[in-house]
DNA sequence: CTGAAAGCGCTAACAA
DNA sequence: TTGTTAGCGCTTTCAG
């Protein structure tokens, strides 16, 4: 592989001058700058990223950090993140974590280790020593779909987003109201939880009783979703729509729903949280948290904090649209 | 930030002992190497990957160039390369491509530019002068899901598996089969091409006559592929069986016979490409390709070369599992 | 506009 | 067992 050097021998400059010409600085003759371009274009010469990282101290890579793919909406804002990298010289490095113990350690390594400029923390809460560790870290870090008053973030608002969902079966003449959803308590992203909030909130606002037999909420994947679906269809007094936790879950219910020809929307309506592309194809209503462009943004802001620190943190609310599709409707009176 | 050379001074030794201690030298005896240890906790030092890098030329970081995270396949590979590569000390970098051009220009430059010890390309076939860039570059290159004779790859016999899928129906009596797919001609990946060979090869020994009219393969997505099953279901002569170049576009199969009240597996029998998440769900009956396992693979192929490169390429085909589902039925008489 | 030289923080001979 | 020193390939003063 050849060196700066060798370019600069062939050329018969300074390696400065070759740097030069690489930084493209304008304090170049173009004659030297010609003949410079030749010797790199006869050498097939690249520059060796490594050593100007350790030169310049910037490393054009931001780390990303987030929890396996294992559920569409991660895979959704990591596609976010990357179109939005993609316009920049930036690289992206993946961390992936599966367990809490992983989460703790990137979170603790990668902001000293040089290894990356400015880290992007995906739907994982840092607890407070964590954050004050990030927001004193000379690189930049910002939170998507997670919240830390110390550092920037980019949001969703769960808690209205539930509220949204419950509502909007309210506003259908719905009183029996069931919540399926993901267990409320996980050891990563709480935004079930706040969904949940949102449920009880809107329940509350409406003076509709909570029914305890109305929730379940230890429910992980379609399939599960599909059999705790019937635990609630079957009840003495079943729901006239339920709201799941998440898309996946709706259609979980979806497919029980017509293993047991109960029609939807007909005699009964659902209503997913997420707007993941599946909810598309299932016509499924759903509150779509806008899962592509909290990547795009997340990127937006980091950026914009890499090239000046913010003073103080940042945050941007994602909008939450309400997706009326076939899986809803009036309830008949 | 502290270097090596502040824990050297506070330990009272020099860097190069710091640095052996770092790596672990058995050459340092107990007392030194605590009094170190003890300086390093003390200033909270981490050493500096990058000088590392440009120290010893190793990277610890493999770049994985593939398609944009669109189909599920995509994504599954993925996981599995992320999934081998948690148990090593090795960072992924992410290379997403969305056209021809991207995909020429990683592939070109990531051989060179140092920045990756090793180098996974997933889906996407490079032509005979890329492969030949790749076989004599110095750092070593694995295909996962592709093939070149000159490159290392994880295999899956494509013409094999459109075989099976067609065998399988034709076993179960059907003769009028049609085949739903992606174009046939793509900038990428040419799996559905192969796909559509097995078809056309199993019909043939089968003696059963090709109809152009039960072909179509401009489908992208599971909505396209919902009106396009319409198209063939709507033939003067429907097929009994569809053959879908992906599970994705089997769903969408399975969609529109819903809709039509076409009992899928009783009047039609469906049978996808893949063994992507949603066709357990769905129940479909499909070829799986064992899409984690290629990226596993693919890492532990691509940690094999780092170790020694192999003198000649190695190739491992994958295996095709035929899962039978319900969406496939015997053809009634 | 250009070149020499001093690092960036680490590893790896080579001596001691 | 340990320290000194010479790089790794680049950027960036600082003179000229």
Redesign the interface.
């Known amino acids: 592989?050849p060196t700066i050097r060798d370019v600069a021998k062939r050329a018969n400059v300074g390696i400065a001058t070759v740097s030069r010409v690489l930084n493209s600085s304008p304090s170049v003759s173009d004659e030297t700058r010609n003949a410079v371009l030749a010797a790199i274009e006869e050498l097939d010469f690249?520059?060796?990223?490594?050593?100007r990282?350790?030169s310049t101290g910037r490393?054009s890579?931001i780390g990303v950090i987030l929890p396996?793919?294992?559920m569409p909406s991660y895979?959704e804002r990591?596609?976010g993140v990357?179109h939005a990298l993609?316009e920049t010289d930036y690289?992206?490095?993946?961390?992936?974590v599966?367990k809490p113990s992983?989460r703790d350690a990137y979170i603790k390594?990668l902001p000293?280790?040089?290894?990356v400029d400015g880290i992007l923390i995906i739907s994982l809460p840092p607890d407070d020593s964590q954050a004050e560790r990030l927001a004193n870290a000379d690189i930049p870090t910002v939170l998507v779909d997670a919240y830390h008053e110390k550092l920037c973030c980019i949001l969703t608002d769960d808690v209205k987003g539930g509220k949204l969902a419950t509502q909007h079966l309210i506003d259908l003449g719905h009183r029996r109201i069931a919540f399926l959803s993901e267990p409320l308590e996980t050891p990563f992203h709480p935004s079930t939880k706040y969904r949940y909030q949102g449920y009880r909130q809107a329940l509350l606002e409406n003076d509709i009783p909570f029914r305890s037999e109305y929730v379940i909420s230890e429910t992980r994947g379609?399939?599960k979703a599909k059999k705790m679906a019937k635990k609630l269809l079957g009840l003495p007094e079943p729901p006239t729509a339920i709201f799941a936790g998440n898309d996946t879950l709706a259609?979980?219910i979806l497919?029980r729903a017509k293993d047991l020809k109960i029609k939807v929307p007909k005699e009964l309506s659902v209503i997913g949280f997420d707007g993941i592309r599946?909810a598309?194809?299932t016509n499924l209503t759903t509150i779509d948290q806008n899962l592509f462009e909290s990547g795009v943004e997340g990127v937006h802001m980091l950026l914009k904090a890499l090239e000046a620190a913010p003073s103080t943190p940042c945050e941007r609310r994602l909008s939450l649209d309400l997706i009326r599709r076939k899986t809803t409707k009036k309830v008949k009176v």
């Open positions: 592989m690249t520059p060796n990223p490594i050593a990282q350790l490393t890579t396996y793919l294992t895979v990591l596609r990357q993609a690289h992206m490095v993946l961390f992936s599966g992983e390594d000293r280790n040089n290894l379609r399939f259609i979980g497919d599946d598309e194809y």
